[in-house]
């Protein structure tokens, strides 16, 4: 029996040590190569750690000379200044659209999920088909559109293309969140005065603060994710995010090495933000996340 | 949650005449009317527009905009190269949807059992999933390209093959995108699960073993019929990511080598934002979103079954 | 409808129903609560008693009849506007305010002032010995200490009409035998109406001026506990109040003087002669359904002669001082309790005799309760 124990322990710390492999290893990687210098990835077979370790690409992103090894001087990287103001303009785009996407989204996602009232129903398989919708075909009419209001390559174009994305799927949270939260709760603001409105912004959005949070996490990586929308609305103009710029420097610019630091400058912050909201973020239970 | 309605619809489900002339059904229709704007307004019009498009020939290049009926649609369906595309949807779709869900459920699986670690795990797996899938692609391309890749030059260090292998070749390319779009979308699959698994009552594995079930059989009639709703759910998601896949694509192998990951996704870009004919590109949409529109109706239905299995329950109770 | 008299201030609830759909949760309810009374509304679950709450707040519109606060109609007003407050089974606690915040939370919608939300909550804080607890947040108190804080919230507000709904259903046993001694202490200091739903006979009969039994959304009795124990409206409401069930004896009375047919003939035994004379004064059938509780069914070692009833002792179960027994007699069982130290063992014969006087007889077709 415990010979039998033992061997089920070993196999869960070996599959626990695979998946640990399986998850990490491919950012070890991007890591591993934004840390190397451009002669080191290029001199033989790619080393598994950098030999020559350094942090040239990514002070070079910044418009700053660094040393090579034998004393070269690295001049900054050109593509640089755009990477910088992509961070920015997604810096932007994502912190507008946030705050807006919960203030909209909140008030529906409750009443849907708790009131019963005529389109209810539609409503909801509306948002359901939307977030089926996919984003190549949603592009082309937008493109047009967007093109003849001259809200293409603006910001707020762009925060308007994201509300229609980020929206739908908050609704379609917090309508679960809502409708777990207990009942007698508004019940008793009922009855201590409080109007359905009221009992909204003073019972029941306060005491959903977690789920909220989680929802303005999820928004914001959506749009700082987004690739698609911001490249094909957006590229050529100076209110181009992150991503496409990237894209540029990847496919037009730079080495491997440059531009998996660059890479790493979008993702780490994103990271960092998924893994401290990770719990807040399980507990919505969400089904949804297309 | 997965509810579509309220879980005590009859709580509430009389309009209320009193006060303030404020009652039930104007409360929702008053607080769901932004989120309708928007429905309306960036989801359905472009919805309709799309089709109105697709009746066009638009060639942004020429300053083409004509009316041609369905002459767009009969050219997508006509397509040699539309065949093929869909072809690779579906092929695509298949193997992300089959690799992700059963990783997802082995991950799951692995999560529930209590181990040194265990919440440091659950956290870490979420990671490729926050990361967004054009980030996702860069990973992967560098992963595996013959110049940077760690795989070719573990395969070259062990001597498995003389040099580095460009394994993103015409055979293996479209199945190696499919293993990066499972390493970005498995976790999720893994959350839905796991919080299934995590309310499973113990006492039903306890009385398992008295009745003699070894694991496997614990797993057949204990655990699978507890999973069945969420694992179907997580199938259906995971295809339509699969059938919806862009970046990763484009970040990876750009349709290539030679047409070898031109999915269908990647056509319509094509067409419509490479050749800017936005007419055909609508149209070829279309095939495109009767395709998701199919996964999504499934997708409905088993979500409905289940509420429906909810509510009953509760009535029960 | 008939409009009360203007200056009372009783609550009265005129033919008043409600269905859910096709449901029917309360079916043409007739009640008037008087002013500061404790009324309890009593039954099993899904009797309708919670939806009578829920309609006397304002958290539920009757689909028909009316409802009176005194000359005030209510029927149709919402929560926020009628002059009541509320208990929670699940104590309704908001998780985002401390208990201060919490207690106060009433009258600050309604636009009090702060001072005097201030001296309000100190006095109501005093009265259920919660002064000490005003600062802490709702996550960190007992499951007792969340109840008076709730009972404290409702209170506070002096309101017209204070709603309990099953407000120790989450507490433990000693702790509620406690709560019920405060709610009774509280009702007496505050001089408010108050409704109290309960499915616990015992927590109802203990606490109540007056009782109102509902059964599948029917009003069957209401009344002072006493009356309800001693006077039961039907069999129904005989079985449900009362410690014990009350044994259930079908009956042919048969002549005076002569032997009863017990149990449809299976065993007889001898009527007293004015039990006899009393039942049929009622009635002139002489089929009855007899209505025993088992503190009037005595057990002893000897007969008494045609009186008795031979039993064997089928279980039995030491309740403190007293021993309750489930006898045997023939396939048929009784309950009887004696205080007793006599005890008999498990599979003993004993007789068994009944305290006629005691005795109540049922309509056996109506099951109403004959007035004997």
């Known amino acids: 029996m415990s010979s039998r124990l033992t061997a089920k322990r070993v196999i869960i710390y070996i599959c626990a040590l695979l998946v640990a492999l399986w998850t990490l290893v491919p950012f070890y990687w991007l890591l591993n190569l934004s840390f190397m210098f451009n002669v080191e990835m290029n001199s033989a077979i790619t080393h598994f750690y950098p030999h020559d370790f350094t942090w040239s690409n990514y002070v070079r992103l910044f418009n700053r000379h660094a040393t090579g090894p034998g004393g070269v001087d690295l001049l900054p990287i050109p593509h640089g200044q755009f990477i910088r103001t992509g961070l920015k303009n997604s810096l932007i785009v994502a912190g507008v659209t946030t705050p807006l996407t919960l203030l909209i989204a909140m008030p529906c996602a409750y009443v849907l999920g708790r009131y019963v009232f005529p389109f209810r129903n539609s409503i909801v398989m509306a948002i359901l088909l939307s977030r089926a919708y996919p984003a190549i075909a949603a592009i082309i009419p937008l493109y047009k559109m967007w093109s003849s209001l001259g809200l293409r390559g603006t910001h707020h174009g762009l925060v308007i293309v994201y509300l229609s994305i980020t929206v739908p799927l908050v609704v379609w949270i917090m309508m679960g969140f809502f409708n777990a939260l207990p009942r007698s709760l508004e019940s008793a603001a009922r009855v201590d005065g409080c109007t359905r409105f009221q009992t909204l912004y003073r019972v029941v959005l306060p005491t959903s603060l977690p789920g909220i949070a989680a929802c303005a996490v999820i928004a914001f990586l959506l749009v700082w994710n987004d690739f698609l929308f911001a490249f094909l609305l957006a590229t050529g103009s100076s209110a181009l995010t992150f991503p496409p710029t990237l894209s540029n420097m990847f496919f037009q610019y730079s080495y491997p090495t440059e531009a998996s630091a660059a890479t790493v400058l979008g993702v780490l912050p994103v990271a960092i933000v998924a893994f401290v909201f990770q719990r807040w973020i399980r507990k919505l239970n969400i089904v949804d996340p297309l | 949650m997965a509810e579509l309605s309220p879980a005590s619809q009859d709580q509430s489900s009389r309009p209320r005449r009193f006060g303030l002339g404020m009652t039930d059904a104007r409360f929702g229709l008053l607080l769901s009317l932004p989120v309708a704007a928007i429905l309306i307004l960036l989801n359905l019009y472009p919805f309709l527009y799309s089709f109105w498009l697709a009746l066009r020939d638009i060639d942004l290049r020429f300053g083409i905009d004509e009316f041609t009926g369905l002459d767009n649609f009969r050219k997508t369906l006509e397509s040699q190269d539309v065949r093929d595309a869909m072809w690779r949807t579906v092929k695509y779709s298949v193997q992300v949807t089959v690799y992700s869900t059963l990783l997802g459920l082995g991950m799951a699986i692995l999560l529930n059992e209590k181990f040194h670690g265990r919440t440091l795990l659950t956290a870490l797996i979420l990671l490729p999933w926050a990361v967004s899938t054009y980030a996702a692609g860069i990973v992967w391309r560098f992963l595996l390209s013959t110049e940077t890749g760690l795989f070719p030059a573990v395969l070259f260090r062990l001597g498995i093959t003389d040099r580095p292998p460009n394994l993103m070749n015409i055979d293996t390319a479209l199945t190696w995108i499919a293993i990066a779009h499972t390493w970005h979308i498995a976790p999720l699959g893994v959350f839905f699960m796991l919080a299934t698994l995590q309310v499973i009552p113990q006492d039903l594995y306890r009385v398992g073993r008295i009745d003699k079930l070894n694991a496997i059989g614990r797993f057949r009639h204990v655990t699978l019929p507890y999973l069945k709703a969420p694992l179907l759910i997580v199938l259906i998601l995971n295809t339509i990511s699969a059938v919806n896949v862009f970046d990763l694509i484009y970040f990876t192998t750009a349709g290539g080598p030679g047409a070898a990951t031109r999915v269908m996704t990647y056509e319509v870009y094509t067409t419509a934002f490479l050749n800017l004919r936005l007419g055909l590109g609508a149209a070829e949409a279309w095939l495109l979103l009767i395709l998701v529109i199919l996964v999504t109706l499934a997708y409905v239905r088993v979500l409905y079954r289940k509420e429906k299995k909810i509510s009953t329950g509760e009535a029960a109770a | ?372």
């Open chain 3, 1 to 372: 409808m008939q409009q009360p008299e203007t200056g009372s201030n009783n609550i009265r609830l005129n033919h008043v129903a409600k269905h859910f759909g096709s449901e029917v949760a309360v079916k043409d309810l007739e009640l008037e609560i008087e002013d500061k009374e404790l009324l309890v509304l009593l039954g099993p679950s899904g009797c309708g008693k919670t939806t009578t709450m829920n309609m006397l707040a304002g958290l539920e519109e009757p689909t028909s009849g009316e409802i009176w606060f005194g000359s005030r109609q209510v029927t149709n007003v919402p929560a926020e506007q009628r002059d009541v407050a509320m208990v929670f089974q699940t104590f309704a606690l908001y998780p985002h305010l401390n208990v201060r915040g919490n207690i106060g939370f009433g009258l600050k919608t309604r636009g009090t002032s702060k001072d005097v939300i201030a001296q309000r909550v100190s006095e109501i804080s005093h009265l259920l010995h919660i002064e000490e607890l005003l600062d802490r947040k709702i996550t960190e108190l007992s499951g007792g200490q969340r109840q008076r804080v709730s009972i404290a919230k409702a209170l506070v507000r002096k309101p017209f009409l204070f709603l309990l709904d099953e407000p120790f259903s989450s507490i433990d046993a000693i702790l509620r035998r406690e709560l019920r001694t405060e709610i009774v202490r509280i009702h007496r200091e505050v001089k408010t109406t108050m409704v109290f739903v309960t499915h616990d006979q015992e927590e109802a009969m203990s606490i109540a001026d007056r009782v109102a039994v509902m059964r599948g959304g029917e009003l069957m009795q209401v009344g002072p506990p006493l009356s309800l124990y001693d006077e039961p409206a039907n069999l129904w409401v005989a079985k449900f109040i009362g410690a014990q069930p009350t044994n259930v004896v079908p009956a042919n009375l048969g002549e005076r003087g002569g032997m009863a047919g017990l149990f449809d003939g299976s065993c007889a035994m001898q009527v007293d002669e004015g039990f006899f004379d009393r039942v049929a004064a009622a009635t002139d059938s002489r089929t009855v359904t007899l209505g025993v509780r088992p503190e009037f069914v005595e057990v002893s070692a000897a007969s008494r002669g045609a009186s008795s009833l031979a039993a064997r002792v089928y279980t039995l179960q030491v309740l403190g001082n007293q021993i309750l027994y489930d006898l045997e007699i023939g396939t048929n069982h009784l309950l009887a309790i004696t205080s007793s130290r006599e005890h008999f063992r498990v599979d003993q014969s004993v007789f068994v005799d009944f305290d006629w006087p005691n005795v109540m007889a049922f309509d056996a077709v109506s099951e109403a309760r004959l007035k004997i």
